[in-house]
C-alpha cells in the first residue's frame, strides 16, 4: 500500500507544503483509492511534519512549492517527493491513479514539476 500525502486549501494543492494548514492523506493500493482523511497540520515546524508524515507511513508528499530544507527532510526519511504540482485535488488524485501526474496541466505557472 502506498500512503499520499497532498497539502490542500480550498480543494486544490496548496502552493507551499512548509506552512500548509491541512494535509490529504490517501491510501492507495493496487491502482486504486481505498481511503482518505485530513490531518490538522496548523502550525508546526518543518521537524514536527515530517514526524507526522513517518508517523502516518507517507510514502509520497505530492506538493506546490517546497523549501530546500524539507525537501531534504523528507528524502532522508525515505519519502518520495512530486513538488511543482498544481490543481484541483481530485484531479491531481485522478492523474496520479493514472500515471497522467506528469502532464503540463498540472504543473504549477512558471515550474517544472519534479515527478
Known amino acids: 500500500m502506498t500512503k ?20 490529504l492523506l490517501i491510501d492507495i493500493e ?11 497540520l496548523g502550525d508546526m515546524s518543518l521537524g514536527e511534519r515530517c514526524r507526522v508524515f513517518t508517523k502516518m507511513g507517507v510514502t509520497l508528499v505530492i506538493c ?30 485522478r492523474a496520479l491513479l493514472q500515471d497522467r501526474l506528469y502532464l503540463p496541466e498540472f504543473y504549477m505557472p512558471g515550474f517544472k514539476p519534479n515527478i
Open 4 to 23: 499520499v500525502a497532498i497539502p490542500i486549501f480550498q480543494n486544490r494543492v496548496s502552493p507551499v507544503l512548509d506552512s500548509c494548514k491541512h494535509m
Open 30 to 40: 493496487n491502482g486504486a483509492e481505498q481511503d482518505r482523511e485530513t490531518v490538522f
Open 64 to 93: 506546490g512549492g517546497v523549501s530546500e530544507l524539507l525537501a531534504n527532510v523528507l528524502k532522508g526519511s525515505q519519502i518520495d517527493l512530486a513538488n511543482g504540482i498544481a490543481g484541483d485535488v481530485d484531479e491531481v488524485i
